[in-house]
């Protein structure tokens, strides 16, 4: 009995132990870093850990219904199955294989696999989605690097701690005329010109090893032919995963074209420096802050002489601060829409006076840069007062000169009268047409002098206003004729040197058109035509329907009075006069317009 007894108690030991064991199994297991995965020979789960259950997504109750296979996308089986008569050779199989989760997720699984003696086998999961994705990124980041400092237009160099070459890229190869293999053999002393070396040297002591790097900065290459050229560079220090200085890498452009620019730019502002110093027309320069306001930047030394004030004093200042009789004004907003380039440049005259300084100014203003704008201008108070008093000189003129011929006029009037007292006192029909004609000679000369008394041009009369009223004072002395007068007249301006001949031979042939062209009162037809023609010619064509000129008459001689006055006018025109005798009589004059031309003033551009 007591034998039983002892087995029973050795057996109950035993199974306390194997739960023990289990327990401490149990335990191990839901604690591992690890999915654990325990399955019989046809792969259906008997066993699974909580690391498995994260990582799957599903629960436990869930997964000890499931199979292997129900982990793996179908196409990856298809293409790979899953071994098991392999496990039962006693192999330990490790691979990497995709595995679906419950939500759909796929990820990466780093799988361990073996068959245990009972028959089961069991494998461990690790997901390794995330560092082979941090390998990718990191292989990917290396090839674009590659890729990068290799194609990029800057020249690439990496030099280990004793200045020798390691790496370089094409761009700094063909910078300096060698390939990789030759630049292996070389430092970059070797290519850097002697007076460089302590310079460099010192920028690697105090910059790249305290700071880690160094600022830009320049220094010259010797290229394989000899010739030594400019670069411009930035290096930085590179370290192993101990902290040791490792080697240096820099990025190095050459700079050649960029020092011409710099030189050409450098005499070019130079050049216009001197121009600006040197020039006689005073400028201000003008720069468009943020807040919308002009400040004066620069100047020259003419616009201290024109205005009197050293431009020391202003710059810093706004336009208004400087110049405060211009608030007022739209200058200031002018300037303004010029740097803003809103407006081309800008030409005027302008009146300025303050406590300092006072005058007129011509001003030409332009845009130099963005938000810059030039202010050129020239001290014009002479000229204007010169102008003022020419203005003043000319229109004193202007009013003794239509005096003159207000005077002219009425003493012509005079002569009229006097005439008209000889007339009324005789009884010579002779007589009475003498001075019948001479009087309309004499209002024909009147009719001019009271026009340019009129005009606000006393060096010209608008000729076919000049007509007009001429022809209106014949027809009125005719008025009983049945003659009709047809008349056109281009808008021509004349000379009185011009208007008093023309005035004169229109008057005689209308004259006599209307005593001689229409006997016994019979009807007619006058026409007075004027035109302009080319080169500063004009036609003057004054003709009739009537019964025509006498066989006798002729222009050159002085029985003819009319004919021979004609005749001389229009030599005193230099013109020329033709006589059609058809259907009536033409006399057709041709003859140059010698007014002056008008000259603008100064205008405002």
Request: charged share 25%; with cysteine; net charge negative.
């Amino acid at each position: 009995m007591k034998k039983r007894t002892k087995r029973i108690s050795e057996v109950q030991s035993a199974k306390d132990a194997l739960k023990r064991s289990e327990e401490k199994y149990r335990m191990l297991l839901d604690l591992a870093v690890d999915a654990f995965f325990q399955g019989d020979s046809h792969g259906d789960f008997i066993t699974v850990n909580d690391k498995a259950v994260e990582l799957t997504g599903y629960s436990k109750k869930e997964l000890l219904k499931m199979n292997m296979r129900d982990l793996f996308p179908k196409e990856t089986l298809s293409a790979f199955p899953l071994n098991y008569e392999l496990l039962l050779s006693g192999i330990t199989i490790k691979a990497e294989r995709e595995i679906i989760r419950n939500d759909g997720e796929r990820l990466l699984v780093e799988m361990h696999s073996k068959a245990m003696p009972d028959g089961t086998f069991q494998s461990l999961f690790r997901n390794i989605t995330e560092s082979r994705m941090a390998e990718l990124a990191a292989l990917d980041t290396e090839l674009k690097y590659r890729n990068l400092h290799m194609n990029m237009m800057d020249g690439y160099v990496f030099v280990d701690m004793a200045g020798n070459i390691t790496d370089s890229n094409h761009a700094y190869q063909q910078m300096l005329g060698y390939d990789a293999s030759k630049l292996a053999t070389l430092t970059y002393d070797d290519f850097t010109p002697a007076e460089w070396h302590d310079y460099e040297h010192s920028i690697v002591r105090e910059q790249i090893l305290p700071n880690g790097h160094s600022a830009v900065y320049q220094k010259e290459y010797i290229r394989k032919d000899g010739t030594v050229f400019p670069v411009e560079l930035r290096t930085f220090l590179v370290r192993n995963a101990s902290g040791e200085n490792e080697g240096m890498w820099a990025i190095v452009r050459d700079i050649t074209e960029r020092k011409k620019a710099e030189e050409a730019l450098r005499k070019s502002e130079e050049k216009f420096r001197n121009i600006v110093e040197s020039s006689p027309t005073a400028m201000y320069f003008y720069h468009l802050d943020g807040e919308n306001q002009l400040i004066l930047t620069g100047a020259n030394p003419a616009s201290d002489k024109i205005i009197g004030i050293s431009h020391h004093l202003l710059i810093g200042k706004t336009i208004e601060e400087a110049f405060p009789n211009l608030v007022n004004t739209e200058i200031p907003e002018v300037y303004r829409k010029v740097a803003r380039n809103e407006l081309g440049p800008q030409t005027f005259e302008i009146e300025y006076t303050d406590e300092r300084f006072s005058g007129f100014y011509f001003v030409h203003a332009f845009r130099t840069s963005p938000l810059e704008v030039a202010v050129e201008f020239v001290d014009i108070t002479n000229r204007r007062q010169t102008e003022e008093l020419n203005r003043r000189n000319t229109e004193q003129k202007e009013v003794l000169l239509r005096e003159i011929h207000h005077r002219v006029k009425n003493n012509l009037a005079i002569v009229i009268s006097l005439l008209n007292f000889q007339l009324n006192n005789t009884r010579n029909e002779q007589l009475i047409h003498i001075i019948v004609d001479i009087q309309m000679r004499i209002r024909s000369m009147a009719l001019i002098h009271e026009h340019l008394y009129r005009s606000e041009n006393l060096d010209r009369i608008p000729l076919v206003t000049y007509i007009e009223s001429l022809t209106y004072m014949i027809t009125t002395a005719f008025s009983g004729h049945r003659v009709e007068l047809i008349k056109h007249l281009e808008p021509l301006d004349v000379s009185i040197e011009t208007a008093l001949p023309i005035g004169l031979i229109i008057n005689e042939l209308l004259t006599n058109a209307f005593k001689y062209a229409f006997p016994d009162g019979a009807k007619g037809t006058v026409r007075i035509i004027l035109e302009k023609q080319e080169d500063e010619m004009c036609s003057l064509v004054v003709g009739d329907n009537g019964i025509g000129l006498p066989a006798s008459s002729s222009m050159d001689s002085e029985k003819s009075l009319g004919l021979y006055i004609v005749r001389l006018l229009v030599e005193q025109l230099d013109g020329t006069v033709n006589i059609v005798r058809n259907k009536g009589t033409s006399f057709q004059i041709r003859f140059r317009n010698l007014i002056p031309k008008k000259h603008d003033g100064f205008r405002k551009e």
